[in-house]
């Protein structure tokens, strides 16, 4: 027996505090793992190259237990979180992962969002016992595909770039060169893919390092029971939270921008203390990007779960315990390979949230806020600098916030299943051929009621080089409603110009050409007001 070995046989103060104080160890507990997932985020933020990590925080970390259950997570993004309930059981069906070794991976039906979200995954090992698991999960700016950002101009997964399932990026702690260089092989801009998967691993490596410093504080058997225990306690605490909802069933609908303006069905009922949630009826998976699967919805439900939870619901897969989710197969809301999930993964979530708060607000009237914007307006664009250099820039742009019965809704802000942040025009003037010729409010795009929505936000640039340039986003055909008889927000309006000439509607999900000079103007949606206004 190892030294490492003997000491989860030595008495620690952590045990004994656990049995006086259960319930405030718990919660001590809870904020360490917190910590561990905290420092790898900041050491992904400090290492990372593009401006979509370093400076919008487009990535999530989390921490699993030894079976990829959950554990704690950090502040990061709602649709990257949710969906890592899936991630490692879906590893840990074909693998088994030893010390040292780093597992990649982005295909959406093994454990992914969508192809961009590249997701990294290392165990984590005291002595030869596997405690659990690291991962983090990054957006790429690129990944391949038909146009730059790779969420356009697809008919299914295939078109949309490079799906790599879970693979050995390194292994026994050395690389596996081929992996690399298939991955560099298959992107627009090589370099900065390469760099972020870099700071991706040194985010393992520092999370590695703040796991094994708590397991030499308290013992490996206490870390692996208080994982146990939030998981417990987290199943409690939803069932705990269902206990008074009423128990009668809603229905709600609600449809994309989509081809064929696909529908989404809820029918929503608690029973025998669980959240039953059915989906029947929604449109069959389509062609194109707006396909989502069972781990991005089952991030749209855990995040609504998460808002509710008042600050006490743990961050642990226990919650999901409390839910029962069904799902049609291939459909919009459970797509089967190889259909195209792109949007799904940040349009459909979106409208999910949407949905989920609508039957809500029938089971509680008056208590729930009117729809935010309901999109992430992404926008996508890439070329090549003077110097031969190329570029691909992804960003998401706030909106409006829906109104609810206490306040007016937030202006420009991000909501729901994203939380990233707004490039800086500093930042984005000095790496990218551009000027940004605008960034402001939408004045009076919120919609009125008692309680204004939150209004949106324009932003302009001037491209300086040639650009392959996509706005894929939705609200653009249907308005975000407002609730309680408050009105709804304004649609977003896209739109384009060459250069020396006027500006045009730009349709949603269509990729341009813009030479030197052309110009694009993007206006997000105002969020639905609450209340009749006065």
Same mark, same amino acid.
């Given at each position: 027996m190892d030294r490492r070995t003997r000491c989860l046989e030595l008495p620690n103060p952590a045990a004994a505090i656990m049995k006086r104080q259960s319930h405030a160890a718990l919660h001590v507990f809870r904020h360490l793992f917190a910590s561990v997932t905290d420092e790898m985020g900041f050491a992904l933020r400090q290492s990372a190259v593009s401006p979509n990590i370093k400076e919008r925080l487009d990535y999530s970390c989390a921490l699993l237990d030894a079976s990829g259950r959950l554990a704690a997570h950090a502040a990061f993004i709602p649709v990257h979180l =949710?969906?890592?309930?899936?991630? %490692?059981? +879906?590893?840990? *069906?074909? &693998?088994?992962?030893q010390p040292g070794d780093v597992i990649v991976l982005n295909d959406p039906h093994r454990g992914g969002t969508h192809l961009n979200d590249v997701t990294v995954v290392a165990p984590l090992f005291? =002595?030869?016992?596997?405690? =659990?698991?690291?991962?983090?999960?990054?957006?790429?700016?690129?990944?391949?595909?038909? +146009?730059?950002?790779?969420m356009s101009g697809a008919r299914d997964l295939f078109g949309e770039g490079l799906r790599i399932p879970p693979v050995h990026l390194r292994r026994a702690g050395k690389d596996v060169p081929e992996v690399w260089q298939i991955f560099q092989a298959n992107v627009r801009d090589p370099?900065? #893919?390469? !760099?972020?998967?870099?700071?991706?691993?040194?985010?393992?490596?520092?999370?590695?390092?703040?796991?094994?410093?708590? %397991?030499?504080?308290?013992?490996? *058997? +206490?870390?692996?029971? #208080? &994982?146990?225990?939030?998981?417990?306690? /987290?199943?409690?605490?939803?069932r705990k939270l269902l206990s008074d909802w009423p128990k009668q069933s809603v229905e709600v609908s609600d449809t994309l921008d989509g081809p064929g303006t696909p529908l989404i069905k809820l029918k929503l009922q608690i029973q025998k203390g669980k959240l039953h949630l059915d989906f029947t009826g929604s449109s069959a998976q389509i062609p194109g990007s707006w396909n989502t699967h069972r781990a991005v919805t089952t991030s749209a439900v855990f995040y609504v779960l998460q808002a509710l939870g008042k600050g006490a619901l743990p961050e642990t897969s226990g919650t999901l315990n409390a839910v029962s989710i069904q799902l049609p197969s291939?459909?919009? %809301?459970?797509?089967? !390979?190889?259909? /195209? %999930? !792109?949007?799904?993964?940040? @349009?459909?979530?979106?409208?999910?949230?949407?949905?989920?708060?609508?039957?809500?607000?029938?089971?509680?009237?008056?208590?729930?806020?009117? #729809?935010?914007?309901?999109?992430?307006n992404n926008l996508l664009f890439g070329g090549t600098r003077a110097d031969g250099t190329p570029f691909v820039h992804y960003e998401t742009l706030a909106g409006g916030a829906g109104a609810g019965p206490h306040s007016h809704g937030v202006s420009a802000v991000q909501s729901h299943m994203t939380n990233t942040r707004n490039t800086p025009v500093e930042v984005l003037e000095s790496e990218l051929p551009l000027r940004v010729e605008q960034l402001s409010l939408r004045k009076n795009s919120g919609g009125r009621g008692k309680h204004r929505g939150g209004d949106g936000m324009i932003k302009a640039f001037t491209f300086l080089q040639p650009v392959r340039l996509t706005v894929a986003a939705s609200r653009r055909?249907? *308005?975000?409603?407002?609730?309680?008889? /408050?009105?709804?927000? *304004?649609? !977003?309006?896209?739109?384009? #110009?060459?250069? @020396?000439?006027?500006?045009?509607?730009?349709?949603?999900g269509e990729s341009v050409l813009l030479e030197p000079g052309g110009r694009v103007r993007i206006q997000t949606p105002g969020g639905g007001g609450w209340g009749k206004p006065k």
């Amino acid at each position: 027996m190892d030294r490492r070995t003997r000491c989860l046989e030595l008495p620690n103060p952590a045990a004994a505090i656990m049995k006086r104080q259960s319930h405030a160890a718990l919660h001590v507990f809870r904020h360490l793992f917190a910590s561990v997932t905290d420092e790898m985020g900041f050491a992904l933020r400090q290492s990372a190259v593009s401006p979509n990590i370093k400076e919008r925080l487009d990535y999530s970390c989390a921490l699993l237990d030894a079976s990829g259950r959950l554990a704690a997570h950090a502040a990061f993004i709602p649709v990257h979180l =949710g969906s890592a309930h899936h991630t %490692v059981p +879906e590893v840990l *069906k074909d &693998m088994d992962p030893q010390p040292g070794d780093v597992i990649v991976l982005n295909d959406p039906h093994r454990g992914g969002t969508h192809l961009n979200d590249v997701t990294v995954v290392a165990p984590l090992f005291h =002595g030869k016992i596997r405690l =659990g698991f690291l991962l983090n999960r990054a957006h790429h700016a690129d990944i391949g595909g038909a +146009e730059p950002g790779s969420m356009s101009g697809a008919r299914d997964l295939f078109g949309e770039g490079l799906r790599i399932p879970p693979v050995h990026l390194r292994r026994a702690g050395k690389d596996v060169p081929e992996v690399w260089q298939i991955f560099q092989a298959n992107v627009r801009d090589p370099y900065s #893919a390469q !760099a972020d998967l870099l700071a991706q691993c040194a985010a393992l490596h520092r999370g590695s390092l703040r796991f094994t410093d708590l %397991v030499q504080r308290y013992g490996a *058997k +206490e870390i692996t029971s #208080a &994982m146990a225990d939030l998981f417990d306690y /987290g199943s409690r605490f939803a069932r705990k939270l269902l206990s008074d909802w009423p128990k009668q069933s809603v229905e709600v609908s609600d449809t994309l921008d989509g081809p064929g303006t696909p529908l989404i069905k809820l029918k929503l009922q608690i029973q025998k203390g669980k959240l039953h949630l059915d989906f029947t009826g929604s449109s069959a998976q389509i062609p194109g990007s707006w396909n989502t699967h069972r781990a991005v919805t089952t991030s749209a439900v855990f995040y609504v779960l998460q808002a509710l939870g008042k600050g006490a619901l743990p961050e642990t897969s226990g919650t999901l315990n409390a839910v029962s989710i069904q799902l049609p197969s291939a459909s919009l %809301v459970d797509s089967q !390979a190889p259909s /195209g %999930v !792109a949007l799904g993964n940040v @349009e459909t979530s979106q409208r999910l949230v949407d949905l989920l708060l609508q039957a809500l607000g029938k089971l509680f009237p008056g208590q729930y806020p009117a #729809a935010s914007q309901g999109t992430m307006n992404n926008l996508l664009f890439g070329g090549t600098r003077a110097d031969g250099t190329p570029f691909v820039h992804y960003e998401t742009l706030a909106g409006g916030a829906g109104a609810g019965p206490h306040s007016h809704g937030v202006s420009a802000v991000q909501s729901h299943m994203t939380n990233t942040r707004n490039t800086p025009v500093e930042v984005l003037e000095s790496e990218l051929p551009l000027r940004v010729e605008q960034l402001s409010l939408r004045k009076n795009s919120g919609g009125r009621g008692k309680h204004r929505g939150g209004d949106g936000m324009i932003k302009a640039f001037t491209f300086l080089q040639p650009v392959r340039l996509t706005v894929a986003a939705s609200r653009r055909h249907s *308005k975000p409603p407002g609730s309680n008889g /408050g009105q709804d927000g *304004k649609l !977003a309006f896209d739109s384009i #110009a060459q250069p @020396e000439s006027p500006f045009r509607r730009l349709p949603p999900g269509e990729s341009v050409l813009l030479e030197p000079g052309g110009r694009v103007r993007i206006q997000t949606p105002g969020g639905g007001g609450w209340g009749k206004p006065k």
